[in-house]
């Protein structure tokens, strides 16, 4: 599966944005989803998943409440709204394909490239 991230932008905390994940081929269904952000200097650190069904996500504690993960399997789609931002939020944005649904980028198969985000104070 292919996988293209979009929606970054520079937004003012306290603000909203709402990324995309477009995945090619009919197996998106199947798949586990994640999202992943990295800041320059700093490791690649878990964000959300979400399971093929869609009913169920996981959030890391530092956004839980604040952003949201959604997919339209029929759409080869998922979402990631992002509310009540922070500074340090900022960071490139991946989407990610794999077999579990994990907080471990190694277990995720496939990638999407980065879709950046700044957040001014």
């Known amino acids: 599966v292919q996988l293209q991230a979009s929606g970054g932008g520079l937004v003012q905390a306290g603000g909203s944005l709402r990324l995309s994940c477009a995945a090619s081929g009919r197996a998106f269904s199947t798949y586990d989803m994640g999202w992943f952000r990295q800041s320059p200097g700093k490791e690649r650190e878990f964000v959300a998943y979400i399971v093929p069904t869609g009913g169920r996500t996981y959030y890391a504690d530092s956004v839980k409440g604040r952003f949201t993960c959604s997919r339209d399997n029929a759409g080869n789609t998922m979402w990631l709204q992002m509310d009540s931002l922070r500074p340090e939020d900022a960071a490139f944005y991946y989407c990610?394909?794999?077999?579990?649904?994990?907080?471990?980028?190694?277990?995720?198969?496939?990638w999407g490239q980065g879709t950046l985000v700044t957040v001014s104070s």
């Open positions: 990610a394909a794999g077999r579990f649904a994990s907080t471990v980028a190694g277990l995720y198969d496939y």
